[in-house]
């Protein structure tokens, strides 16, 4: 099956390095609260009352919201531009950010701003996804959507890095405060209007083929088994009886490992013609035996879980997209909006499970259970693969 790759002006083509820093920041922006939320959960339970199940709650309604907004917002990109949402997603991460530190006086109200937050996160991810697709030539689009994806990771460091920098000093709504103002600086770095993307038939590249809906389940199992290392690593490390402050040090280890692993897999895509999705299969299966170590007593298990987990069990989102972009050029932002609602939709079910699960029976089995349920998601990228049509070799590939 052949796709025709979609056309970009030549300045366009020149500014790869650009798009691709654009993409960054737009998502980091847009995904700063549910992981600042993660990161400074010990001091904020403190204040406003909740348990690791509450915490669960919290991180489930914020990509619950995106789950739902995301198929939505890739229409938006479709026919508005990235850029333009982009911008609007920022806005709307750092008014909630804002919000947080000076409106959060009770649980509830938290859930409430961590909801709008939710939308910011999908547009910053699809208008992102079709900023990479449209200004980065194919032979480079591994790379740059791993770099992409990384900046997620880099937001999970951030956060562990808010720990002893602010929460342990100023207090955790200067954190908040200060993600805002880091959110807002990303705002000059998109333009205020992109060109706006030509008319596509209706019924076509964005139409949800079997193998995308069963690799957005996949994602939906391996998203809420990961998603569990950046929520509650943390408040985990807590209970074996280590301090905060190396509490927030053991995510930010976690989240430079899973830094260097998203770019590494990034720049292995770019110079494989297929198959990437299942080498996902792989990732997932080792992330897998990560989050199993993680049951296990003593420091060893604990930091290569950490690294295993992170590092490769919470890799492979870049490459989903990567892949899915491939086999749906002419509309990327509708296509990875499909695949997204899956990611969303485990970020949204896994905590909410996985939480109670934590409070009631303890970290060692939620760990378990996180471990199974990412090994589902390896078997169905594999079942994925039969489904899928085979991409277009890229010029650097075929020649």
Request: glycine residues 14%.
């Amino acid at each position: 099956m052949t796709h025709t790759a979609p056309a970009r002006s030549p300045a366009a083509a020149t500014r790869p390095i650009r798009a691709s820093a654009i993409a960054v920041a737009v998502t980091i922006a847009c995904v700063l609260p549910v992981f600042l939320v993660g990161g400074l959960a010990v001091q904020m339970r403190e204040d406003l009352g909740f348990s690791p199940a509450g915490l669960g709650l919290v991180v489930s309604v914020y990509f619950g919201v995106g789950a739902l907004a995301s198929v939505p917002s890739g229409a938006l990109v479709e026919r508005w531009g990235g850029a333009v949402v982009a911008r609007a997603g920022i806005l709307i991460s750092a008014g909630c950010l804002l919000a947080v530190a000076a409106l959060a006086r009770s649980y509830p109200m938290l859930v409430g701003l961590l909801a709008v937050a939710g939308t910011a996160n999908a547009l910053g991810q699809l208008s992102s996804n079709v900023l990479l697709a449209r200004h980065v030539p194919a032979r480079r689009q591994g790379l740059s959507f791993g770099v992409k994806q990384a900046a997620i990771p880099v937001s999970t460091l951030l956060a562990g890095a808010a720990v002893p920098a602010l929460a342990l000093t100023a207090g955790w709504r200067w954190a908040f405060v200060a993600a805002a103002g880091a959110a807002l600086a990303a705002l000059p770095v998109v333009p205020a209007q992109g060109p706006r993307p030509p008319r596509r038939p209706a019924g076509r590249a964005g139409n949800a083929t079997m193998g995308l809906v069963v690799v957005g389940l996949a994602a939906t199992l391996a998203a809420g088994a990961a998603n569990a290392l950046g929520t509650f690593v943390v408040d985990a490390t807590v209970d074996r009886g280590l301090e905060p402050a190396l509490a927030g040090l053991t995510l930010t280890l976690g989240s430079a490992v899973c830094v260097a692993a998203r770019l590494g897999v990034g720049w292995l895509a770019d110079r494989r013609s297929g198959g990437h999705v299942s080498l996902i299969a792989v990732l997932l299966v080792t992330g897998a035996v990560g989050l199993g170590l993680l049951a296990m007593a003593g420091p060893g298990p604990l930091v290569l879980g950490v690294l295993l987990g992170f590092g490769l069990g919470w890799s492979w989102p870049g490459l989903m997209n990567f892949a899915v972009v491939r086999l749906h050029p002419q509309a990327p932002g509708a296509a990875t909006s499909i695949t997204q609602t899956g990611v969303y939709a485990g970020g949204c079910l896994g905590p909410l499970v996985l939480g109670p699960l934590a409070a009631g029976a303890g970290y060692p089995t939620m760990w378990l259970t996180a471990a199974v349920a990412m090994l589902a998601a390896a078997a169905l990228m594999l079942a994925a693969t039969r489904l899928l049509p085979t991409p277009a070799p890229t010029l650097a590939q075929a020649g």
